[in-house]
Nanobody, 115 residues
Framework: QGQLVESGGGLVQAGGSLRLSCAAS????????MGWYRQAPGKQRTLVAT???????TYADSVKGRFTISRDNAKNTLYLQMNSLKPEDTAAYYC?????????WGQGTQVTVSS
């Protein structure tokens, strides 16, 4: 059914920026809260940021002031602008519903921040 395809990750120096994109399939996208999650090897997946269908955002304390989540409902696309990146941000980043994730997860996109 639903598909989630993350892109935009890469290798960047500390202090640099990246913009991640998430292409979602289906007609439900515009009606649900969406979120970005990240997971480092051997660690649990954690919620980074959420955005409601109406554009209300929340952020984990660790990224507040540095990351910005946004969405384009017409394109079924979710974005994460990441600035002032730190080595601690290194992880695979995933998108999904921001309230209760769908059982399906995409492949994620790897973000590696070098010191």
């Amino acid at each position: 059914q639903g598909q989630l395809v993350e892109s935009g990750g890469g290798l960047v120096q500390a202090g640099g920026s990246l913009r991640l994109s998430c292409a979602a399939s289906g007609n439900i996208f515009r009606f649900v809260a969406m979120g970005w999650y990240r997971q480092a090897p051997g660690k649990q997946r954690t919620l980074v940021a959420t955005i409601t269908s109406g554009g209300i955002t929340t952020y984990a304390d660790s990224v507040k002031g540095r990351f910005t989540i946004s969405r384009d409902n017409a394109k079924n696309t979710l974005y994460l602008q990441m600035n002032s990146l730190k080595p601690e941000d290194t992880a695979a980043y995933y998108c999904n519903r921001g309230d209760k994730p769908w059982a399906y997860w995409g492949q994620g996109t790897q973000v590696t921040v070098s010191s």
